[in-house]
Each structure stands twice: as C-alpha cells, then as structure tokens.
C-alpha cells in the first residue's frame, strides 16, 4: 500500500510539472576502458569486491573482459513464462526471463560438460559456497582429483565458487550445475571443463533472484 501511495503521488507530481518525460541519467564514466572503450561507474560498482562474503571476493577487472558480457537488463522475447533461466550455450549467455519482453542477461562461460545436454529441466537447489566432489568418472579421467573424492572444501578455488545451482531433470540429478568462477577470462569463452560458470559477482545476484524449482531451458547449436 505504501508503495501505492508513492506511486501515485509520484505521477501526481509529473502531472502537475506538465507531464514532461524523464529520461535515464547517461551513463557516468569510470576512467576505464576495454579496448579504448569507456566503462561506465555502474559497471564497476555492480562487480566490485565483496568482503562481506564468507570468503572476501576480490573486483572484477572490467578491462578483461568484453563489456558485452557484462550483467545487463536487455529486451528479450521468449514464449517461456517469467522467471524461467535459458542458457543461450552458442552465444555464451544466461537469460532470466522477466515481464514485458525483459531480461536479466549474463556473459558466462560453456565447459566441455555443457555441451554435452540440453532441453528443460529445474534448478531443484541451490547453495552457497558449496562443496565440489567430482565425479568417479572425471577421477577416472583426471586422477589428480583423487584427493577430492569425498569432496573439496568451499572457498575461491572450489570449483563451484561462491553459489552453485543444481539441475534436475524430473527427479534426477543432470549433474550440470550454473556456479561461480574466479577465471573472469573463461566468461564468453569455450573452456576445457566445468559446467556453466559466471562471475561471482553474477552468480550471486542470479541466485538472489530465483527460488528452488526454477524452470531452466539449455539452448545447443
């Protein structure tokens, strides 16, 4: 109700000021640039470092990586229902679907494991700062890991990162996962393992935004 009454109360306002239109701020530089190309400030705050975290996560280095990429609100129309996460694996992005032709986009990274299956599924949980245990048959190919089989601890260089979002299809574990990544260079990238990986930073806000049993779609070539 009290959101309401601003609301009205705002337009009451416009009204009276002659209905006039008000526009978007411009951006404001940040005295940065990706390629001779400014980034702006907004860029920089939204992938600031996080010592908040339960374990601190440093800035991100916007001049790295290609702005596309960069989390954004884009016009996006899809026939699923708001809400909903699609992976566009060719194009390296992580839509959320929103009303009125709106989405949250996100630059992400495609493992050689997320090539491997498409079609819809849920995100049956999630998890912060989760605990990674590799699969026998990534031990198998990778005996390395033998260490991690009864799993690694959380931290930057779990291979989850900071959250981790499991995918289901019915009631079985797809074993693909949408999680965080300190390799800000695999973001737009093919990269040789791993599932679909974003930013810290982006991993976090996704995960703020949607509850157990989102619909996921997978888009492949």
């Known amino acids: 109700m009290l959101n309401r009454r601003i609301f009205i109360a705002s337009a009451a306002a416009t009204l009276a000021a002659g209905c006039s239109t008000a526009r978007a ?10 390629k001779g ?20 996560i440093p800035a991100v280095d916007l001049t790295k990586i ?5 989390r954004q609100l884009v016009d996006y129309y899809s026939p ?16 959320l679907t929103m009303e ?10 495609i493992g050689r494991a997320g090539f491997d299956w498409g079609g819809r599924a849920r995100i049956a949980y999630k998890r ?3 605990t990674w245990t590799p699969p026998a048959e990534m031990i198998e190919r990778e005996p390395e890991l033998e260490e ?9 260089e779990n291979p989850l990162g900071a959250r981790a979002l499991y995918i289901f299809e019915g009631g079985k574990d797809t074993l693909y996962r949408l999680h965080g990544t300190s390799e800000y260079w695999s973001i737009g990238q093919a990269v040789s393992s791993g599932c679909v990986r974003l930013l810290h930073q982006d991993i976090i806000d996704l995960y703020n935004r949607v509850p157990d049993d989102t619909p996921i779609v997978v888009l492949q070539a």
Do not use: C
């Open 148 to 156: 991690f089989r009864n799993g690694m601890a959380p931290g930057l």
């Open 37 to 56: 190309r400014p980034i702006a400030a907004e860029y920089v705050q939204m992938y600031r470092a996080m010592p908040e975290e339960q374990f601190p």
């Open 100 to 109: 009125n032709g709106k989405a949250m986009r996100y630059g992400v990274g």
């Open 80 to 95: 699923e229902r708001a809400g909903t996460i699609i992976v566009d694996t060719p194009n390296r992005y992580l839509y």
């Open 25 to 34: 701020p411009a951006p404001q530089p940040s005295g940065l640039t990706y």
């Open 66 to 70: 290609d702005p596309t990429y960069y």
């Open 128 to 130: 912060p700062w989760p």
